[in-house]
């Protein structure tokens, strides 16, 4: 099963969040109920922008990404993901 040209293999599926700014690979955790999204080593600007509270770090560059009202939707979840990584990218360049 592949969404988004993330490619998945047991409960993860292993892919990058898509901005105009960059690539950012990512995996999303489907093991419960909802999906849980990670990316992989964001960038600083994205740790210390606007939605700074929503990357918490797991170790070894892993950080879980929270939204204030979660998806079941994957599709839709990495879209979110992709905007928060935008706008966190948008503010610093001005």
Request: include cysteine; charge should be positive.
């Amino acid at each position: 099963m592949e969404i988004r040209e993330w490619k998945r293999n047991g409960h993860e599926f292993k892919g990058c969040y898509r901005t105009t700014f960059g690539s950012y690979e990512g995996l999303i955790d489907v093991s419960s109920v909802k999906p849980q999204f990670f990316i992989v080593n964001p960038p600083a600007s994205v740790l210390n922008g606007p939605h700074r509270a929503c990357f918490r770090p797991r170790g070894k560059g892993l950080y879980f990404v929270h939204f204030g009202k979660s998806s079941f939707d994957i599709d839709a979840g990495i879209a979110a993901v992709e905007r928060l990584i935008y706008q966190s990218l948008k503010k610093r360049r001005r």
